[in-house]
Every structure is written in structure tokens, then in C-alpha cells.
């Protein structure tokens, strides 16, 4: 299975998700550009097709309304697109972080081409960083992202980073909806790094609201019965108080608890919707997950979300790698860690 990755730079460790060439630290920008794969340009020329005249000749005919982008290094098409349409260029992703690198203390982590040039992103680390009990480390990190061909706005986001797993969760402020500590700019709207800055300058706020959060969690004890309920929840948006009721729910996973049996395992993992994830999730909760015994993980609500997003980040079923990744920011992945994120945070309201 080819990559869906052109390239993708990084420092530091190697990456949550495997891939990519690493750099040193303090690297320019322009370097990050050439390293990354984003040292081209998205170009446009409009759509014509071909008909025929009435002598049965072939020619060549303009369609006004849509433009087709390409590549500027390889020619390759990226997408169709309306005249009203504004592209955002890959520098232009990197640019966004310039002076936050250079006067503000941010550090660009990866940055990385998908889909042949379609989708571009780049994170960087905003130095702040807080633990929980038993040293367990999340640090900040703001990511911006593009794509041209329909799948996604130029969107900014802040984003925590649990050490010891490399799971990666987008922070939303307490009691606001999720959209909150996230800025979306539309490809019908002109990209302006500094209003997208200022709009993201609730970002000590976000960091220190969304640690809160994750200390409430870290404090909240969670029984198998909890803990099946709300796997449950996340997986086949049931009600929590109405799946803590469930006894087939519970009697599943007893059943996968002590089945020794690979076989019989799969046989039950057929009787639930998504049986093999709600059955892996759990495992990974009870001991298996990275970091699931440290003091703030082991039978608590975030012992719970940390299981989410490590399933989403590292273990959910995937084409290849960098599909698990493009999911795990932007697609199914994503909305999974959510969901696990709204149903962990109604275990301490």
C-alpha cells in the first residue's frame, strides 16, 4: 500500500505515528519547507473540455465558472474548484509560525504533506506543558491545517500531547461548545495568519482549563461497570445512565475478560456493535495501554479517554499508517476522540 504521505519532517523523537525524517532543533523555515515537502506552489488554471463542431471537429471549449489546481513542482492536479475559491498556500502553513518560533518560544515539531499535496499541516510546541499524578506529562501544541480539495478548512487548533503515549487530544474550553479553542477560515475567505492569532490568543486560558479538566478526570474513580458503560457511550452513542443499566453490556465484557480462548473471544466480539474496538479499549484501560497504570490512569474517567485516544492514534484499524493519522487529526479518529472526551467529562459534571 503506497503512502498517502509526500513527506513529513520532524525533531526531536520519533513521532506518534512512525514516519518522517527528523531534523535538528531551531531549523528556518525554509528548511522545514524543503524537508517537509512544502516547497512548492498551488497553481490554478481554468477548466475547458472538449466538444465538436458541427463538421464533427474536435475543440477546445472554456468553462468559466471553476478552476482545476495543480502542483507547481510535478503538474499533478490537486482538485476543481470555484473561481470564488481561495487557496492557501504550503509556505503559507509554515509562515503561520515564523515569528512564533522566533520571538515567542514556539517550537515546530512535524510538518507534513497528505494525498500527494492535497492536505498540508505542521505542528509546533507552545511550551507549556503540566503533569498529573504519578509524573504523567501533557504538553501544548497548536496545529494548523489545510486542504484543497474539499475535505477541510484551513482550521487552527490547540492540541495536548500525553507523553507517555503520544496521544494527541484537541483542547476545547470548559462549558463552551467543541468548536471553542478552535479556528476554522473557510477557502471562501482570504487566510490571514494574524486574525487567526488573535482569535487563538485564548490560549493560556485553553491550556489551563483543559489540564483542569484532566485533573477532575485523573480524581474520578470508575468501576467495570462505568467503564463499560462508558465505552459504550463512545462507541455506539448510547446513553450513559441507560448503558450502565445494560447487563448484556456488562455481561459482554465479563465474557471477554475471562474468555483464555482467541476463538471464543471473536465469536462474542460478534454479539456488539463494534465488539472488537469496546473489547480492545477496555484491555488497554485494565492494564495494557501505555501509561495505564500510572496513578492518574489506573481505573479513573481518564484512564477512560486515555484509552480512546490511544485506540484512535495507534490502534484503530487503518489502511496503513499515515490513513490512521490523517483520521486520527481530521476524520473519524478525531470525531472518536471527542466523543470520548464529552462522554469522559459527564462523569465528573
Known amino acids: 500500500m503506497a503512502h498517502q504521505l509526500e513527506q513529513i519532517a520532524y525533531v526531536g523523537e520519533t513521532p506518534w505515528h512512525g514516519l518522517g525524517n527528523q531534523l535538528t532543533q531551531n531549523q528556518p523555515i525554509e528548511v522545514w519547507a524543503q524537508q517537509a515537502g512544502m516547497d512548492w506552489r498551488i497553481e490554478s488554471s481554468d477548466v475547458s473540455y472538449m466538444a465538436k463542431n458541427d463538421r464533427g471537429q474536435s475543440i477546445i471549449m472554456p468553462y468559466e465558472e471553476q478552476r482545476v489546481l495543480y502542483r507547481s513542482d510535478t503538474h499533478a492536479p490537486l482538485s476543481v474548484v470555484s473561481q470564488r475559491y481561495q487557496e492557501v498556500q504550503p509556505k503559507q502553513i509554515l509562515e503561520f509560525y515564523r515569528d512564533l518560533t522566533e520571538q515567542s518560544g514556539f517550537e515546530l515539531e512535524t510538518a507534513d504533506v497528505l494525498k500527494g499535496g492535497k492536505k498540508f499541516w505542521a505542528l509546533a510546541k507552545t511550551g507549556q506543558t503540566s503533569a498529573l499524578k504519578g509524573k504523567d506529562v501533557s504538553n501544548g501544541y497548536i496545529l494548523l491545517a489545510t486542504a484543497c ?103 459482554f465484557y465479563r465474557n471477554v475478560a475471562s474468555q483464555a480462548n482467541h476463538s471464543a473471544t471473536k465469536a462474542e466480539n460478534k454479539t456488539e456493535p463494534n465488539g472488537r474496538a469496546m473489547s480492545k479499549v477496555m484491555s488497554m484501560f485494565n492494564g495494557q495501554g501505555r501509561g495505564a497504570e500510572l496513578s492518574s490512569a489506573k481505573d479513573t474517567a481518564y484512564g477512560l479517554l486515555c484509552s480512546i485516544t490511544e485506540f484512535a492514534d495507534h490502534e484503530r484499524r487503518a489502511m496503513s499508517q499515515d490513513h490512521r493519522l490523517d483520521s486520527a487529526w481530521f476524520g473519524a479518529g478525531a470525531g472518536l476522540k471527542q466523543r470520548g472526551l464529552e462522554q469522559a467529562l459527564r462523569l465528573v459534571v
Open 149 to 251: 480539495d474539499g475535505s477541510l478548512a484551513t482550521t487552527a487548533q490547540f492540541t495536548s500531547i500525553r507523553v507517555v503515549c503520544n496521544n494527541t487530544l484537541a483542547i476545547a474550553l470548559k462549558g463552551q461548545n467543541s468548536s471553542a479553542g478552535v479556528v476554522k477560515v473557510p477557502h471562501s475567505t482570504k487566510f490571514d495568519a494574524q486574525k487567526i492569532k488573535q482569535q487563538l490568543g485564548i490560549s493560556v486560558r485553553a491550556w489551563d482549563e483543559h489540564m483542569y479538566e484532566m485533573k477532575q478526570l485523573s480524581q474520578r474513580k470508575v468501576t467495570q461497570t462505568e467503564a463499560a458503560a462508558y465505552f459504550d457511550a463512545v462507541f455506539n452513542n448510547t446513553s450513559l445512565s441507560n448503558a450502565e443499566q445494560d447487563e448484556g453490556i456488562i455481561q
